[in-house]
C-alpha cells in the first residue's frame, strides 16, 4: 500500500510561486513513476508533470512547460512540484500519484488528498 500526503498549497497572486511536496511511504520512487494532476471547479482531472522512475525522464503539459518542475528527493521519500509565474488558470486542487509516470491518469494507482492552489489576479 502506497500513501501519499500533499501540502504546500494555498493563495498566491498572478506571477508568485510556490512548491507543493508530496511524502510518500516507504520505497514508491523506486517501484513507481509520479505524476501531478489537477482538477479545477467544475472540470476534469488533468495532467501536469510526471517523472519516471529512474528519475530521468520528465514530462510536462504544454501549459505548464518552462514554468513548473518536478523533482524527488529520494533521501526525504518527497516529491515536488515547483511552481512559478502563476497564472490565475493555475487555480485547482492539485493532487500527487503514483503509478506508471505516464501522461494519462489511469496509469496511476494510488492518489493523494489534494492541495487546494489558488491563484488571485
Known amino acids: 500500500q502506497v500513501e501519499l500526503i500533499e501540502s504546500g498549497g494555498g493563495l498566491v497572486q498572478a506571477g508568485g510561486s510556490l512548491r507543493l511536496s508530496c511524502a510518500a511511504s516507504?520505497?514508491?520512487?523506486?517501484?513507481?513513476?509520479m505524476g501531478w494532476f489537477r482538477q479545477a471547479s467544475g472540470k476534469e482531472r488533468e495532467f501536469v508533470a510526471a517523472i519516471r522512475s529512474s528519475g530521468r525522464s520528465t514530462f510536462y503539459a504544454d501549459s505548464v512547460k518552462g514554468r513548473f518542475t518536478i523533482s524527488v528527493d529520494i533521501a526525504k521519500n518527497t516529491l515536488y512540484l515547483q511552481m512559478n509565474s502563476l497564472k490565475p488558470e493555475d487555480t485547482a486542487v492539485y493532487y500527487c500519484a503514483a503509478g506508471s509516470g505516464t501522461t494519462w491518469r489511469y496509469d496511476y494507482q494510488y492518489w493523494g488528498q489534494g492541495t487546494q492552489v489558488t491563484v488571485s489576479s
Open positions: 516507504g520505497r514508491t520512487f523506486s517501484r513507481y513513476g
